[in-house]
């Protein structure tokens, strides 16, 4: 009995919140990985752009709100989601068109990039805190969980609760769903297919007939749709603040390079390595030693390797082992 206790207070608060922080992860992981592996640089400006989409979702959510539209038990977040994607998309083309477009043109070298996209960071880090501000906006609504702890202990007769919250089930579902359409995408249709030619060979694919520019906007265009699902889930699971979202760009740039920089595959495992090592270091482990040790053996301290505080340290120091030892990542992306 000790044992599944013990069992149930690590689901609670390390399995179930990994996985759902992974998945986010790795939605935004696959949205620097795209437009790496395409367009041939690290966008910094790849959490404002989550921050943006989410924002307009926000906003959106707000006016349904307000109208009594709701879905029932899901958030309402959902149905302004779609809403959310396009302001995103419509800012990234825009973007693209005045700012990138000039130094593609001109083949300016990936460390060029890197610098505008962090003016372009800025510059939307700014509009976002402008439109919404700076503080804590909450949006969810719907039911909260879909087991609580009262509910588990009932069911089961066990002293430790599990409670599975209903935004962190939306999140592993629909980073599934938005994953697995992204693959069929990229391996099973013309245009899926000329973005892989183009990232492998960019002088073969032209040669072959493949239009730069459209392979371009697709990009653009799957990037804000990733960007905007991650930002949202996020903000549902946590909080949308703006700031949160510049923070995040650490763990997600750390995803896509354990991962392996280029390789969608890579982002979405690099996403789960960072979220599990994240959580389980920073979590204070008394609570399931207690249960799992013989008394004599019991700890008396919280047995927490890290605080939360620095919880973005335990993404950089991982960041920082595989740059050093394996600069490819685990799924031999391009070398950073």
Do not use: C
């Not at 752009?49 to 006016?63: H, I, K, Q, R, S």
């Not at 779609?82 to 477009?101: E, Q």
């Not at 204070?284 to 505080?309: C, H």
């Amino acid at each position: 009995m000790d044992f599944l206790n013990g069992l149930v207070a690590l689901s609670n608060f390390v399995l179930i919140p990994a996985m759902a922080y992974g998945s986010q992860l790795a939605l935004g992981a696959l949205g620097v990985t795209l437009i790496y592996g395409i367009l041939r640089f690290s966008n910094f400006a790849h959490g404002d752009t989550m921050a943006f989409g989410a924002m307009v979702t926000v906003l959106v959510t707000w006016l349904f709100q307000s109208m009594g539209i709701s879905l029932g038990p899901l958030p309402t977040a959902l149905l302004a989601l779609p809403f959310g994607i396009l302001g995103t998309m419509a800012l990234v083309l825009l973007t693209d068109r005045m700012v990138y477009k000039f130094y593609r043109d001109q083949k300016a070298k990936p460390v060029i990039l890197v610098i505008v996209s962090m003016g372009v960071m800025f510059i939307m880090n700014g509009l976002v805190r402008f439109i919404i501000g700076p503080n804590d906006q909450k949006f969810a609504d719907g039911e909260r969980f879909i087991i609580s702890v009262r509910e588990f202990k009932a069911m089961t007769g066990l002293r430790e609760g599990l409670a599975i919250k209903t935004t962190q089930g939306l999140t592993v579902v629909t980073a599934v769903i938005v994953v697995a359409l992204l693959f069929w995408f990229l391996n099973r249709t013309r245009t899926g297919k000329s973005m892989r030619a183009y990232s492998d060979n960019e002088d073969l694919a032209l040669l072959s007939g493949i239009n730069p520019e459209r392979v371009v906007m697709y990009t653009w265009l799957i990037v804000a749709a990733l960007a905007t699902v991650a930002g949202v889930l996020y903000g549902l699971d946590k909080t949308f603040k703006p700031f949160t979202y510049f923070q995040l760009l650490l763990p997600i740039f750390a995803s896509a390079i354990v991962g392996g920089l280029g390789n969608p595959l890579g982002a979405i495992a690099g996403g789960f390595v960072i979220a599990f090592s994240e959580v389980t270091i920073t979590y204070a482990w008394k609570k399931v030693l207690v249960y799992w040790m013989p008394e004599s053996l019991e700890p008396s301290g919280l047995v927490q390797l890290m605080s939360t505080d620095y919880k973005f340290a335990v993404s950089f120091v991982i960041l920082i082992i595989v740059l050093l030892f394996k600069p490819t990542g685990l799924f031999q992306g391009k070398s950073v």
